[in-house]
Nanobody, 125 residues
Framework: QVQLAESGGGLVQAGGSLRLSCAAS????????MGWFRQAPGKERDFVAA????????NYGDSAKGRFTISRDNAKNTVYLQMDSLKPEDTAVYYC??????????????????WGQGTQVTVSS
């Protein structure tokens, strides 16, 4: 069983930056990849970025490439999403996700407890 807690969302002007954090609480000692998705009002949930357990491998969605950076600190069981050059179209609820492999995170975890509750990011123009 996994518990995920996101933080760092908020209101920012276009061109600004935010850093999201997601702390994972995992009961059993397993290795896991982590990532971020987002969902804007009236739209489907989209993949943003993911990172492997070691941090060696990353994967970004088209909307994130060149502007967002994912990283993790395994000592803190935390994944980060640094978002720069934010645009109004980045406005969405951002969800943290975890799974046993990077590819599984990118696909979108199927277990409900592999998702966080979400944190709102609002970018004003």
């Amino acid at each position: 069983q996994v518990q995920l807690a996101e933080s760092g969302g908020g209101l920012v002007q276009a061109g600004g930056s935010l850093r999201l954090s997601c702390a994972a609480s995992v009961r059993t000692p397993i290795t896991y990849a982590m990532g971020w998705f987002r969902q804007a009002p009236g739209k489907e949930r989209d993949f943003v970025a993911a990172i492997s357990w070691s941090g060696t491998n990353t994967n970004y969605g088209d909307s994130a490439k060149g502007r967002f950076t994912i990283s993790r600190d395994n000592a803190k069981n935390t994944v980060y999403l640094q978002m720069d050059s934010l645009k109004p179209e980045d406005t969405a609820v951002y969800y943290c996700a975890v799974d046993r492999a990077l590819s599984l995170v990118v696909r979108g975890p199927t277990r409900s407890d592999y998702w966080g509750q979400g944190t709102q990011v609002t970018v004003s123009s």
